[in-house]
């Protein structure tokens, strides 16, 4: 029997809340109307609360909220919150049968933050600061889930972010049509000068398709080629790394340290893109990290700004942080404190902890009940071919 101390946890609570985005996302793959956010507390006995998050772009949300409060949540009670490593590994055993990744590592992440939310009070130091962050700043690039604007729209998108101080910036790329995507990346390469430019295909391709869509995006010298193919297919990523000139990236929908490595170890990528909330938190995610520094590749976050920017100040030599369009809370309104993004760049907060408090007022008017039913969208309903 686990003997009590003032650092044993108490209590979890689990909330689900699907908050509509204020622009839908559409990618090759997803459109994407709502974000479901799992909100979960932890109290110690000594009564202090620490607040972690998971969430998912409007599928599966209210299955992870279940899983942690039926199923992962009981397991926390009584153990102690300075033995992390140990807790995060019964509680992503616990979700290996049913399966290592996915739903199951969303729940464990929530459950993950907020441990080091606890652990960041306890110490009185930011999160960034106990793994080793030693910036207050970091710069962001700007993204957004765009392929569905026609390509006036986009270029008025991208100038847009431009105006506002950005540096860098990532498009999506898949229409049926790849003479498209060819003049949208050259509009907006226009708009941009020479400064960075990323594009991201969400998996939309096959490998011969692959390898014929990267030599025409060529010319325009983009940073990487992002998730050109599906994730699960990491012989073909490989085959495709040693013939094609656009370095690779991926990550965001890879969630084990295992699946990782298979990436790693076959060269099939050069920059590296673990999710914090899909790897299973912060715990997992770091560990990702160095990984890939062992091969020299660059770790570049992806998306979930908040929890992303505290993890890449750990990070030496990492690439800017993603700001995806409408994603980030304080795009959406949901925190008491909205984080400063201002030319290019993020603004870490000092505060103990993660730094994040939710504004449960705003946040509770999209409280899901776990019987939700979610009608999905079609992609296709949302694009404007104009030109």
């Not at 110690?44 to 969430?55: A, D, F, H, I, P």
């Not at 705003?362 to 030109?387: C, H, K, M, Q």
Request: negative net charge; proline residues 5%; aromatic residues 8%.
């Amino acid at each position: 029997m686990a003997v009590l101390t003032p650092f044993s946890i108490a209590e979890v609570t689990v909330e689900v809340f699907r908050v509509p985005l204020v622009r839908p996302w559409v990618s090759a793959a997803h459109a994407i109307t709502h974000h479901e956010h799992i909100l979960i507390d932890i109290t110690l006995e000594n009564g202090m609360t620490g607040t972690g998050w998971s969430s998912t772009m409007g599928v599966g949300g209210v299955a992870v909220a279940a899983l942690a409060r039926s199923y992962l949540a009981p397991m926390c009670i009584g153990k102690n919150v300075f033995d992390h490593e140990a807790l995060w590994l019964s509680l992503w055993k616990r979700c290996h049968q049913p399966g290592s990744g996915g739903l199951g590592a969303l729940a464990v992440a929530g459950i993950d933050l907020a441990i080091w939310d606890l652990r960041g009070k306890l110490a009185g130091l930011p999160v960034r600061r106990l793994i080793g962050g030693g910036v207050d700043e970091l710069p962001v690039y700007a993204s957004a889930v765009n392929l569905h604007l026609g390509e006036q729209e986009l270029v008025e998108q991208t100038r847009a972010f431009l105006d506002a101080g950005n540096q860098l910036f990532k498009i999506k790329v898949g229409r049926d049509d790849p003479h498209e995507d060819v003049s949208r990346v050259a509009a907006v390469r226009k708009v941009i000068g020479n400064r960075p430019l990323m594009l991201d295909s969400n998996q939309r391709f096959k490998p011969g398709e692959a390898l014929r869509r990267i030599a025409m995006y060529e010319p325009f010298d983009p940073v990487w080629i992002e998730e050109p193919m599906i994730s699960e297919d990491a012989d073909s990523h490989a085959r495709l790394a040693r013939q094609c000139k656009i370095p690779i990236a991926l990550g965001e929908e890879v969630s084990t340290r295992y699946d990782f490595w298979r990436y790693v170890s076959s060269g099939a990528v050069s920059y590296l893109q673990p999710n914090v909330l899909k790897v299973g938190g912060i715990t997992e995610w770091l560990k990702i990290a160095h990984l890939g520094m062992t091969a020299n590749l660059t770790i570049a976050p992806h998306g979930a700004l908040e929890a992303s920017a505290i993890v890449a100040t750990a990070i030496p030599g990492c690439y800017a942080v993603e700001n995806i369009d409408g994603g980030a809370f304080t795009d959406q309104g949901i925190l008491e404190e909205p984080l400063k993004v201002q030319g290019g760049r993020i603004h870490l907060s000092d505060k103990p902890g993660l730094g994040i408090t939710f504004d449960r007022k705003a946040i509770g008017a999209y409280r899901a009940d776990f019987d939700t039913t979610v009608n999905l969208v079609d992609p296709g309903s949302f694009y404007n071919n104009g030109r």
